[in-house]
């Protein structure tokens, strides 16, 4: 998903934005979770690269990435995830690698997002999408952009864009939008004109 060292600088940029950090770089102790999405950033990147040092770059990233993984209970695929992700806090965490994500999602501990048994595609989430605390997405479903998936929800539907969802099956519970729950970091630095080069 990333191919060039540009786009690489903006998906970092927009993953701190979204994470809310104001320091440039992660602080040695701490910062798990950002030290985490930059692996898996980097990795993302350096997964296509050639020769020799492609390979040490690729291989330093992919046991980095493996080992925050494990440190901080997640399974997610180190590509399929567009800009501006903000993971908010440490636990399990499962996304299978059929499923796609757009751009400023924010995840909370305990979600689950998987395909039905035997099968490889899962959900197909779009931008601005806030995912609450112990939610699960199961199968190839379409959750629109702006919606909000809220605490310990099943969804097994399409979900409409900028609605709330929520319930065991999930249903729509209000037509309020992410707005007021996710850091729309790719807008911030559109409209301040932020340089990422």
């Known amino acids: 998903m990333i191919a060039t060292k540009n786009e690489l600088n903006y998906y970092l940029l927009c993953d701190r934005i979204a994470l809310g950090?104001?320091?440039?770089?992660?602080?040695?102790?701490?910062?798990?979770?950002?030290?985490?999405?930059?692996?898996?950033?980097?990795?993302?990147?350096?997964?296509?690269?050639?020769?020799?040092?492609?390979?040490?770059?690729?291989?330093?990233?992919?046991?980095?990435?493996?080992?925050?993984?494990l440190r901080l209970g997640f399974s997610i695929p180190y590509s399929n995830i567009g800009p501006g992700l903000a993971i908010v806090h440490y636990g399990t965490i499962v996304i299978s690698s059929g499923c796609t994500i757009g751009k400023n999602c924010r995840i909370h501990a305990g979600v689950n997002i998987g395909a039905n048994g035997g099968e490889s595609k899962a959900a197909t989430i779009g931008s601005n999408v806030y995912i609450g605390p112990g939610s699960k997405i199961i199968g190839d479903v379409i959750i629109g952009d702006d919606s909000v998936i809220g605490a310990n929800a099943v969804v097994t539907k399409d979900v409409p864009p900028a609605v709330t969802v929520g319930g065991i099956p999930a249903k729509v519970?209000?037509?309020?939008?992410?707005?007021?729950?996710?850091?729309k970091a790719t807008e911030i630095i559109k409209s301040e004109g932020i340089s990422y080069e």
Not at 41 to 69: E, N, T
Not at 173 to 183: L, P, V
């Open 173 to 183: 519970i209000s037509g309020n939008d992410s707005t007021k729950h996710i850091i």
């Open 21 to 69: 950090k104001k320091s440039l770089r992660p602080s040695f102790f701490g910062d798990e979770i950002w030290k985490f999405q930059i692996a898996m950033r980097k990795l993302d990147y350096f997964s296509k690269s050639q020769g020799l040092l492609g390979m040490i770059q690729r291989s330093y990233y992919r046991v980095k990435y493996h080992q925050l993984s």
